[in-house]
């Protein structure tokens, strides 16, 4: 199958247009059902089980009695207590037919939430745990999609793989050898190439109509990734103008969906007309072929009844086999966009025998490092530095040279091409990477937080901060008193990614989670970039206190905020070209000059232009 024109750009791992046939998928379902999570839930399955198959029996039989009703009222020694004998084992047979499999479904209830959590958590917590570089190609919208559609095939595939077509098939089994032994052998083989015929005929067009809903899967992701990315984005959105523009891309996205919808209703259409034809044919020549064998004598009228029942009843499953048919399809290709991605692996993974950090004082050392980002031409190339334990780095140079990416190396995002980072004297490819980072604060220069309390996000730097600690922390960033100025205090919520702050106090926040999270290394990549002059003054004292004591890297655009970093290393093009300190570059009269130059320019000039204001 050719690739939907628009998935092709998202859909770089290939999870979007995975397939499978139903044997991967009962081959899966078997392993999620056998986990040892699920053993406590092992006699539920047992007792649904039986109960299905119960109510088959009985469905199967219920029309037996009520024949032999018919015939004992049609029969010359007919008796009222007799008649309502077997009408009271009618309905009786009825009801269990009827009612075991809601018994079943409220026993079963359980097994299936707790099997569909253990799948949900599993495909979260390993996308949770893919690299970088994953979640910088997948947009949230449509990976969230895969994960519903997925964890929904599993509900679908466990009940209409157990609960109905195994027990359906058991039912037609039973049907045939009741038709053949009680009334007509030609009957039963009637209905068993009905059912053939049906089956055929379901399974020709269901497999026509799975390339259609994968159609249709893929314009659905691509419209909810649509709609998600701009409803994501509404400030970038609104600054350029672009309602109308992202309204007509939601429009393009929900035509494209409009018209696979429509072609997939049409092949429904075609297969619920061909399906009724054919039962409504298969139940007619049963019928007439029970009809002569009336006449000819060889059974009772009764029996002609008893036949069109069984024949009904047998249709009702069937009805619902060719729907769930279909979405056994579906739900085999969704539960292999779901393994897709439980299939990946992380590009960064920790090693078998990784060891976790041992903090001494948190010394950096990048040694010959070379990297090469997919996104680019170029990358980094042989560089070389130390950061002492306690002392301050700052990394400045144009846009591009590769700043931001010596950082993501730090955080072990990426493996280096070449050489090798070292913290406190140990290889970070050899650590655990969840000890590495739990010994790095970052403060980015967007602070992202979540919609939650003022409270929730400072402690997401460290759950388990007392409140004294939570108070300190946001006393030395300068935020302790504009929280306590809130209407709600720490119980305030901050919006969606914070948009309720402004971007000093966003700021500030990332400032504080950082200290309350008390790392041996402290990450300011350009933490002030985004500020305006008065704000980052603000900022760059709460950044001051976060640095004591800890081992600081500093990106920085703005090059006043380096200016008291004991090493500034200058980047150009992913090389070193300068190092010193400030006084030492400046006196150098190189690259770092000149940007030094450019930027008090920039500001005399801004200044200037405030006074004549």
Known sequence: MAMHPKAAATDVDAIETGKAGIGISLVRIGQILARPELAKWRPLMVLALLLTLASKVFSVYAPVYFGDAINVLSGPNATLAAVMLLLGWWTLARIMGSNLPYVRDALFAPVSQDAQRLIAVGAYGHAQGLSLAFHQTRRTGALNRVIDRGVAALDYLVRFLAFNIGPTLIELALAAWVLATRYSPWSALLAVVVVVLYAVFTGLLTSWRTEQRRKLNLADTELRAVAVDSLTNFETVKAFAAEERETMRYDGAMKTYNKAMVDVSRSLALLNAGQDIIMALGLTGVAALTAMATFDGRIQPGDMAAVIL???????????????????????????????????????????????????????????????????????????????????????GPSGSGKSTLLKLLFRFYDTGGGRVRVDGQDVRDLKQASLRDAIGLVPQEVVLFNSSMKDNLLYGRPDASDEDLREAARRAQLADFIDRLPKGWETRVGERGVKLSGGERQRVGIARAILKNPAILVLDEATSALDSATEADVQGALEEAAKGRT??????????????????????????????????????????????????????????????
């Open 310 to 396: 069984i024949m009904g009843n047998l249709y009702r499953p069937l009805s619902v086999l060719g729907w769930a048919f279909r979405e056994i399809n579906q739900g085999a290709v969704d539960l292999e966009k779901l393994y897709g991605l439980l299939n990946m692996k992380a590009e960064v993974a920790d090693k078998l025998d990784a060891k976790p950090l041992q903090v001494k004082g948190g010394a950096v050392r990048f040694e010959d490092v070379s990297f090469t980002h997919d996104a680019r031409s170029a990358g980094l190339s042989h560089v070389s530095f130390d950061v002492p334990a306690g002392s301050k780095l700052a990394i400045v």
């Open 552 to 613: 600081t890297l500093m990106v920085a655009h703005r090059l006043s905020t380096v200016a008291g970093a004991d090493e500034i290393i200058v980047l150009d093009e992913g090389k070193i070209s300068e190092r010193g300190t400030h006084a030492e570059l400046l006196a150098k009269g190189g690259l770092y000059a000149d940007l030094w130059a450019r930027q008090s320019r920039t500001y005399e000039d801004a200044a200037a232009t405030e006074r004549v204001a």
